[in-house]
């Protein structure tokens, strides 16, 4: 009994609060601003391959890599010698990492690896030390390490077997951080919450939950992107404390009136604003059917003449019968009665596509059409 208690009790508050079920946290729509990760870059080159390397008679930035990485370690290669280079397992390739913030010296991040010569396959490969570079040039890390490929290809002069891309490959933890990312939050007492959506009342729900939870006005709208908040004396030396209440606080995002739809694929898909006024919709298809018949005519067996061929054409049009429907939507109905509605009338998605442009040329539908 009890139990039935809490569970009626439960849907009542649920039935009550459509609004509180619906909210979402702040972090989750919202990042601090300047608190971002950063994109490094490196180019190095991957030894160990099966014979699958880059072709250095076709790709000369791989042979003056090799004599580069060479040169480094202390053999000293001639001109002749270097002509005569002739391996199939080396490949260059291009190290992409990120940066995540706060990212302390001796840290680790993954790395990925792409080939760009022509190796087959880097599978199997080692990759020497590299180091990445951020776009100001500084190097922020070092990679190095065997590779990790979801992939294979195998064949011959004839026939090839491949699945997925072998000239793309992973390295878990595969750089090193030397070099953190300057980064602070709070400096002068203020910082600022971006929105992921920028929107104006968004925007006013935050402030207006901060002031709430912290009982100040320590919040306040910029612009339909931006949120400054500032720090209340007492936990300024409390920075994260207080950011971490902030990001868990219950916000109702905002969001405009929308239809997307996807002409290629036919996907079709409403926000929960969408209205549309009263419309009638009349929908109907007309196929048109053209085919074609040969009929041969030739004469009997020893007889005199030629043979005929004579070509048929049967064309056929056919139109399904088309049903005016009215939408009454001055209710202001949901999303599954405006697809009932349609679907009444035997729409597709590709039908909706067409139907929701006719009704907003018309003027009858409340919100954006937004077609990829």
Same mark, same amino acid.
Request: glycine letters at 8%.
């Given at each position: 009994?009890?139990?039935?208690?809490?569970?009626?009790?439960?849907?009542?508050?649920?039935?009550?609060?459509?609004?509180?079920?619906?909210?979402?946290?702040?972090?989750?729509?919202? =990042?601090?601003?300047?608190?971002?990760?950063?994109?490094?870059?490196?180019?190095?080159?991957?030894?160990?391959?099966?014979?699958?390397?880059?072709?250095?008679?076709?790709?000369?930035?791989?042979?003056?890599?090799?004599?580069?990485?060479?040169?480094?370690?202390?053999?000293?290669?001639?001109?002749?010698?270097?002509?005569?280079?002739?391996?199939?397992?080396?490949? %260059?390739?291009?190290? =992409?990492?990120?940066?995540?913030?706060?990212?302390?010296?001796?840290?680790?991040?993954?790395?990925?690896?792409?080939?760009?010569?022509?190796? =087959?396959?880097? %599978?199997?490969?080692?990759?020497?030390?590299?180091?990445?570079?951020?776009?100001?040039?500084?190097?922020?890390?070092?990679?190095?390490?065997?590779?990790?490929?979801?992939?294979?290809?195998?064949?011959?002069?004839?026939?090839?077997?491949?699945?997925?891309?072998?000239?793309?490959?992973?390295?878990?933890?595969?750089? !090193?951080?030397?070099?953190?990312?300057?980064?602070?939050?709070?400096?002068?007492?203020?910082?600022?919450?971006?929105?992921?959506?920028?929107?104006?009342?968004?925007?006013?729900?935050?402030?207006? %939950?901060?002031?709430?939870?912290?009982?100040?006005?320590?919040?306040?709208?910029?612009?339909?992107?931006?949120?400054?908040?500032?720090?209340?004396?007492?936990?300024?030396?409390?920075?994260?404390?207080?950011?971490?209440?902030?990001?868990?606080?219950?916000?109702?995002?905002?969001?405009?009136?929308?239809?997307?739809?996807?002409?290629?694929?036919?996907?079709?898909?409403?926000?929960?604003? *969408?209205?549309?006024?009263?419309?009638?919709?009349?929908?109907?298809?007309?196929? !048109?059917?053209?085919?074609?018949?040969?009929?041969?005519?030739?004469?009997?067996?020893?007889?005199?003449?030629?043979?005929? *061929?004579?070509?048929?054409?049967?064309?056929?049009?056919?139109?399904?019968?088309?049903?005016?429907?009215?939408?009454?939507?001055?209710?202001?109905?949901?999303?599954?009665?405006?697809?009932?509605?349609?679907?009444?009338?035997?729409?597709?998605?590709?039908?909706?596509?067409?139907?929701?442009?006719?009704?907003?040329?018309?003027?009858?539908?409340?919100?954006?059409?937004?077609?990829?």
């Amino acid at each position: 009994m009890k139990i039935l208690l809490h569970t009626l009790l439960l849907l009542l508050l649920t039935t009550a609060l459509p609004g509180l079920a619906a909210a979402t946290r702040i972090k989750d729509i919202a =990042t601090i601003h300047g608190i971002r990760d950063n994109q490094l870059i490196g180019y190095g080159l991957v030894t160990g391959l099966s014979g699958t390397g880059d072709d250095l008679d076709d790709v000369g930035f791989t042979r003056q890599s090799l004599v580069n990485m060479l040169s480094r370690q202390g053999v000293n290669l001639n001109s002749t010698t270097v002509e005569d280079l002739d391996t199939d397992n080396i490949a %260059a390739v291009t190290i =992409t990492a990120t940066l995540p913030p706060f990212s302390k010296t001796g840290s680790r991040v993954d790395v990925e690896v792409s080939s760009m010569g022509t190796a =087959t396959s880097l %599978a199997g490969g080692t990759l020497l030390m590299t180091p990445l570079r951020a776009p100001d040039g500084k190097v922020y890390a070092v990679a190095q390490g065997p590779l990790s490929l979801g992939a294979f290809a195998f064949g011959g002069k004839t026939a090839l077997v491949q699945q997925n891309h072998p000239t793309v490959a992973r390295i878990a933890n595969g750089a !090193l951080v030397e070099k953190a990312v300057p980064m602070s939050v709070g400096k002068n007492g203020i910082f600022k919450y971006q929105l992921n959506t920028p929107d104006f009342t968004t925007a006013s729900h935050i402030a207006k %939950a901060i002031n709430t939870r912290f009982h100040d006005n320590v919040a306040w709208p910029n612009n339909e992107g931006m949120v400054e908040v500032a720090i209340p004396k007492e936990l300024r030396n409390n920075v994260v404390n207080f950011i971490s209440a902030i990001e868990s606080l219950p916000v109702q995002p905002d969001t405009p009136a929308k239809i997307v739809v996807n002409e290629r694929t036919g996907t079709v898909v409403m926000g929960k604003d *969408v209205r549309i006024d009263t419309v009638a919709v009349s929908h109907g298809n007309l196929s !048109l059917i053209i085919g074609s018949t040969t009929t041969v005519s030739q004469p009997n067996p020893l007889a005199p003449g030629q043979t005929v *061929v004579t070509q048929n054409q049967n064309i056929a049009v056919q139109e399904d019968e088309g049903e005016l429907v009215v939408l009454d939507m001055q209710r202001g109905v949901s999303i599954g009665e405006i697809a009932n509605a349609l679907n009444a009338i035997g729409a597709t998605p590709r039908d909706l596509i067409a139907i929701f442009q006719a009704i907003k040329a018309s003027g009858s539908l409340y919100g954006e059409l937004v077609i990829l």
